[in-house]
């Protein structure tokens, strides 16, 4: 009995170690995410009580995650914060930029010599094209020379543009990023851009909500017309997902020597859309990757919406305004990570506003409050911004005393209508007044003649 004691003593110390060794290889799943971090909208909080099913997938990629593209929730994560090269990952912030900033039919020349490395469709200086058709080189070949075209035209120079660049990435909500070049090339002897899977996925889902971005990150063949000094140029997608993988929205590649082959992908189905990010994988295994988390992610998640985003929820008061008040609401769905099973009975949404006036000029996008959504046991499960959905300026002198510009035609028409009652009054009563007058006036000429009649009848009664 002693000795069985004693094996199992030592047996017991051997399963101790090897589950702390695996707790610290094993890629974290949401089951065991319990931070809190904010997205661009909001606050996330963490999954309560996930029940994790079969089919975890193993990402050979270096580093890893996977997200829900409404809520922005963490639903896998390897090594997600850890700083790696993007390659022509970095092209989706280059994107981003220049859908706005500039207009698809805009004419852009080149004026310097496109570089020559890796993907580029031979770009010359003194070359004429839309921007539309160097988007699409660029998201669909990869193009590291239209990416530098698109940079000058939108940043001016390459030092301007790689500011919007590290400036849009935070907006987007990435949180360690930093973009030196607008393609991902890493020339000998010039810094590497750095960047993480969390903030690749972040980026990529505020890019996912440009309609127009969409649409080129699933175009999968273009035609370049001819130029002024080229024929025409027919383009293929590098995302062979696309058209493949049931759902596939997107959205970007990218491979170099010190990022390995890395793969941004991201799929709909129904109501939940959810973005996965392999880096430093193999060159076909990347696509693996990606494809088995969202597969995983599909059979044990869904996206719930809580509250529909550009709707008015509340309206804040303004002050000495064009408008007496703005309405406020979500710029975006307040979207929620169920499990597959959860049918969100018993979720349950809280406005809360944070200013109860606003002073001119109101912008829009202020934000004014909060939106929070709580499960049946009213923990929360995500906070929202809620903002101002449109803008008021400043109003005329009648807002200074309380009455908007808007309100300034009833006001006035009020003010009419209470003079014209007034004056109706003042004229009624200047009847009544008359009207008394002259009864007053026929009583005394009554009286008066009703004396002389008496005289008449008794001259000498001194009474009449």
């Known amino acids: 009995m002693k000795a069985f004691s004693k094996k199992s003593s030592y047996l017991l110390i051997i399963m101790m170690i090897a589950a702390l060794l695996l707790t610290g290889t094993v890629p974290s799943f949401a089951a065991k995410n319990k931070k809190t971090y904010t997205t661009p909208e909001g606050t996330v909080y963490p999954l309560e009580k996930t029940t994790i099913l079969e089919g975890i997938p193993e990402v050979k990629g270096t580093s890893a995650i996977m997200i829900d593209g409404g809520s922005g929730k963490i639903l896998y994560e390897k090594n997600a914060e850890e700083p790696r090269d993007p390659a022509s990952i970095t092209k989706i912030i280059t994107c981003l930029l220049t859908l706005e900033n500039m207009d698809l039919n805009d004419e852009v020349t080149i004026t310097h010599d496109p570089v020559t490395t890796g ?3 031979a770009l010359k200086k003194g070359e004429t094209l839309k921007v539309k058709d160097l988007l699409h080189a660029l998201m669909l070949h990869s193009s590291n020379d239209a990416a530098e075209v698109l940079a000058i035209a939108v940043g001016g120079d390459f030092d301007t543009f790689a500011e919007m660049m590290n400036e849009r990435a935070k ?3 990435a949180k ?3 973009f030196h070049n607008p393609n991902g090339l890493n020339p000998d002897g010039q810094e590497h851009n750095w960047t993480t899977a969390y903030d690749i996925s972040m980026m990529a889902r505020e890019a996912m909500k440009n309609p127009t971005f969409r649409k080129l990150v699933t175009t999968t063949h273009y035609k370049i017309p001819a130029t002024n000094l080229s024929k025409e140029r027919k383009l293929k997608t590098t995302n062979p997902c696309l058209g493949v993988y049931d759902g596939i929205t997107g959205v970007k590649t990218g491979t170099s020597k010190t990022a390995g082959f890395c ?5 709909k189905r129904g109501n939940t859309e959810l973005i996965a990010v392999s880096l430093n994988s193999g060159e076909d295994q990347r696509f693996t990757d990606v494809t088995k988390l969202l597969d995983y992610g599909f059979a044990n998640y869904r996206t719930y919406t809580a509250k529909k985003g550009g709707k008015a929820l509340e309206e ?6 064009d408008l007496h008040s703005v309405e406020a609401g979500l710029t ?9 099973k959860d049918k969100g009975e018993g979720i349950t949404t809280e406005v ?3 200013e109860e006036k606003l002073t001119t000029p109101v912008k829009k996008g202020v934000q004014v409050g909060t939106v929070t959504a709580y499960d049946k046991n009213h923990k929360k499960l995500a906070e929202a911004k809620l903002v101002t959905l449109e803008t008021a300026k400043k109003g005329e002198i009648l807002s200074y005393i309380g009455i908007a510009d808007e309100d300034r035609g009833v006001f006035l028409v009020g003010l009419l209508i209470a003079a014209v009652l007034v004056i109706l009054i003042l004229l009624i009563l200047r009847r009544m007044r008359r ?6 006036k026929a009583q005394r000429n009554r009286a008066i003649r009703r004396r002389a009649r008496e005289r008449e009848k008794d001259p000498f009664n001194r009474n009449v």
């Open 119 to 121: 993907q580029n469709i």
């Open 171 to 173: 907006e987007c909500g």
């Open 176 to 178: 360690n990023t930093t």
């Open 263 to 267: 793969f941004c992908g991201s799929a």
């Open 316 to 321: 804040v008061k303004v002050r000495r305004g």
């Open 332 to 340: 975006q769905d307040l979207d929620l990570t169920l499990a597959k």
């Open 352 to 354: 809360k506003l944070s």
């Open 435 to 440: 009207k008394k007058r002259a009864r007053r």
